[in-house]
């Protein structure tokens, strides 16, 4: 059976124009993203991950090459993709139940079930009691969940995730990583995953695509994650290739860190 195949980077490559010159930041990026995946992209602070993200998002053009979904390059946001960012970006005067709402009002027609309520996709990770509290009130964990929420309220194909989890406290990510493994095992949505963290990348994905350092940085390895599924964070650490997939991924890491940035020649 040959996977489908709906995401795919083909020779994404960004460059900015900066004061000192035009910079580099992704060169030819190529990767292909089966349905219902879960692919982590691993690198070092600065590397271009989130630059890669934001395009798959639409939130800025490649310079070059791009993002095809199901054979169609697309350069614009749509509500096939939701995005959550490193820090919450909720509407402070608005509940978080009106917060969701409001994401739900904007995306109508994917959703299977209309009759679906904010409290459904709040109660999905986790924080329904929290509906009538404005953000500001919660937690970043919870404030988190909310916005987890309000990705998937808009029933995305694509759920794109940015280090959601990396201004957490430990006990609070480890917390989030749970729900959010949960909540794509019950409907295996193509998640696409920004991350710096290798045991968040061992635990959540099936395979890794490793950025090399900027400038310039592209694809340097995709390594697929062998442990079974469901995952349990126990069964995973003390799997036996647990050690070695992390010492692999931080070997990689490792060469590919403390390159200087330079600035290149258009
Ligand atoms: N708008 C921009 N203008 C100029 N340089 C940028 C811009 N956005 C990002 N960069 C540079 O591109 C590189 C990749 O950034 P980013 O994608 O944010 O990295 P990461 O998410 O891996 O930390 C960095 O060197 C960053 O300074
Ligand atoms: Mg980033």
């Given at each position: 059976m040959t996977l489908r195949v709906p995401l795919e980077l083909t020779g994404l490559t960004?460059?900015?124009e900066t004061q000192a010159g035009p910079f580099v930041a992704v060169?030819?990026?190529?990767?292909?993203i089966g349905q219902g995946e879960f692919v982590c992209i691993l690198g070092h602070s600065g590397c271009g991950k989130s630059t890669v993200l934001s395009i798959v998002a639409g939130l800025q053009p490649a310079t070059l090459g791009g993002v095809v979904i199901d054979g169609k390059q697309v350069d614009t946001p749509g509500s096939d993709r939701a995005v959550v960012f490193q820090t919450p970006c909720l509407l402070p005067w608005l509940t978080a139940r009106q917060?969701?709402?409001?994401a739900m009002k904007?995306?109508?027609?994917?959703?299977?079930?209309?009759?679906?309520?904010?409290?459904h996709y709040l109660e999905l990770v986790g924080v329904a009691d929290c509906a009538a509290q404005l953000p500001g009130a919660l937690s970043l964990?919870?404030?988190?969940?909310?916005?987890?929420?309000?990705?998937l309220s808009v029933e995305p194909r694509f759920l794109l995730l940015d280090e959601p989890f990396s201004t957490l406290d430990s006990l609070t990510r480890f917390d989030l990583q749970d729900t959010l493994l949960q909540v794509w095992e019950r409907d295996r949505k193509t998640v696409l995953m920004v991350t710096h963290d290798v045991d968040e990348a061992l635990y959540l994905a099936d395979r890794l695509i490793l950025m090399t350092d900027g400038p310039a940085a592209t694809v340097g390895e995709i390594f697929t994650v062998p442990f079974p599924r469901p995952r349990e964070r126990t069964a995973v650490l003390e799997h036996p290739d647990y050690y070695a997939c992390h010492q692999r991924v931080l070997d990689f890491l490792k060469h590919h860190a403390h390159q200087s940035k330079v600035y290149v020649s258009a």
């Open positions: 960004k460059r900015f060169d030819n990026v190529n990767a292909r917060n969701v709402l409001l904007q995306a109508p027609s994917r959703r299977s079930d209309p009759k679906a309520t904010p409290e964990g919870t404030q988190q969940c909310v916005s987890l929420a309000r990705a």
